[in-house]
């Protein structure tokens, strides 16, 4: 219900921008939230938006090169990462919380669905 695309390769401080498609959930009730995995690391969440797209918050580690964003018209969320890290090389998904609101330290049980990952590799 939850589709993630737009990764791909890219050089150290280049962009890419990330969409997450739903489909099947009455999108507009939901607060969003980006993860991330790389290899050997514990799964880290990156950024979150609430329903209305009206909050949003992001982790240290991205803060200020990132921006998240949502389009319910069309059921669609974005993130946007800017001037991009080797260290950022991760895949990366999407999924709803159960509530309205955004926080980025909500237990994962409000978590509900997931899309498929997208590979994103910053890499010269």
């Known amino acids: 219900q939850l589709q993630a695309s737009g990764g791909g390769l890219v050089h150290p401080g280049g962009s890419l921008r990330l969409s997450c498609a739903a489909s099947?959930?009455?999108?507009?009730?939901?607060?969003l939230g980006w993860f991330r995995q790389a290899p050997g690391k514990e799964r880290e969440r990156v950024s979150c938006?609430?329903?209305?797209?009206?909050?949003?918050y992001y982790a240290d580690s991205v803060k200020g090169r990132f921006t998240v964003s949502r389009d319910n018209a069309k059921n669609t969320a974005y993130l946007q990462m800017n001037f991009l890290k080797p260290e950022d090389t991760a895949v990366y998904y999407c999924?709803?919380?159960?509530?309205?609101?955004?926080?980025?330290?909500?237990?994962?049980?409000?978590?509900?669905?997931w899309g498929q990952g997208t590979q994103v590799t910053v890499s010269s």
């Open positions: 999924a709803n919380w159960v509530v309205r609101f955004c926080d980025l330290n909500l237990n994962d049980n409000y978590l509900e669905h």
């Open positions: 099947g959930l009455t999108f507009d009730n939901y607060a």
């Open positions: 938006i609430s329903s209305s797209g009206s909050r949003s």
